[in-house]
Nanobody
Framework: QFQLVESGGDLVQPGGSLNLSCSVS????????IGWFRQAPGGEREVVLC????????YSQASVKDRFTISRDNAKNTLYLQMNNLQIGDTATYYC???????????????????WGKGTLVTVSS
């Protein structure tokens, strides 16, 4: 059974950093497309960063470029999201998600993913 479990969310001040983890079970992360998404209170779920199958592509939302980094440890079957210089607008529940087919196609978007974790809350506040 596919399972994704996020961790690492916390309350942090603006300018701070967090490293989120997503533990994967039920399939091998190696060569499998996967991504991070977020949903702010009252907002729609949006893409943050994605890794294409076999790391052939990386998709990122413009607002997080140069601040957030996505990476995977295939040996640990774990996905990471390193977030630096966090801003109040980054406050959201962060989810990792993957397509059961292994590839999300041309565009990384919530509708392309059918395996979801339950999320971890990141709150940026002074």
């Amino acid at each position: 059974q596919f399972q994704l479990v996020e961790s690492g969310g916390d309350l942090v001040q603006p300018g701070g950093s967090l490293n989120l983890s997503c533990s994967v079970s039920g399939f091998s992360l190696d060569g499998h497309a996967i991504g991070w998404f977020r949903q702010a209170p009252g907002g729609e779920r949006e893409v943050v960063l994605c890794l294409g199958s076999r790391d052939r592509s990386t998709y990122s939302q413009a607002s997080v470029k140069d601040r957030f980094t996505i990476s995977r440890d295939n040996a640990k079957n774990t996905l990471y999201l390193q977030m630096n210089n966090l801003q109040i607008g980054d406050t959201a529940t962060y989810y990792c998600a993957a397509p059961s087919t292994g590839d999300y196609g041309l565009l990384c978007r919530p509708g392309a993913m059918d395996i979801w974790g339950k999320g971890t809350l990141v709150t940026v506040s002074s």
